[in-house]
């Protein structure tokens, strides 16, 4: 019974991703894509630190419309995230998910109406829908 929980727990929870911490990263690279209007793609990697604070190491801007990275990955990496234009689908591609099998980490989508992920076993959902972002905003700047 308690592996079954723990299974399930490992299966469907989303933990660190789904942490305040980490929704504040997302809203800020999501921030410097424009809100979604800009063509290009932000992204960066999440990295879960020794004492468990979660940072975010963007990855440099470039002219193509798809987010690139060349080099090795850094230590303590939980995710990879990168932001999909509002012209786009709030969904993981084919690439994100092949992305997400080849260096067996969770790749991030950080869309307007959504945020969802691809999972290393070949899986795809949603973290946060609807209205993720105005919500965040609505809430922080109530006085
Ligand atoms: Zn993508």
Redesign the pocket.
């Known amino acids: 019974m308690g592996a079954f929980v723990l299974t399930f727990l490992l299966a469907f929870g989303c933990g660190d991703l789904c942490r305040g911490e980490a929704v504040a990263h997302y809203a800020r690279l999501f921030a410097d894509a424009g809100y979604g209007r800009l063509p290009n ?1 932000r992204a960066g990697f999440l990295i879960r630190e020794t004492g468990g604070t979660l940072t975010f190491a963007p990855w440099h801007h470039s002219d193509f419309a ?1 987010a690139r990275y060349r080099g090795a990955v850094p230590a303590n990496v939980i995710a990879v995230v ?1 932001t ?1 234009p509002s012209s786009a689908s709030p969904w ?2 084919a ?2 998910a092949r992305v997400a099998r080849t260096l067996a980490l969770p ?1 991030i ?1 950080v869309a307007k109406h959504a945020v969802t992920i691809a999972t290393p076993d070949g899986a795809t959902r949603e973290l946060f829908g609807g209205r993720w972002f105005a919500n965040r905003y609505s809430t922080a700047s109530t006085p």
């Open positions: 793609e798809s990168h999909h993981p591609s690439h994100d790749v989508v």
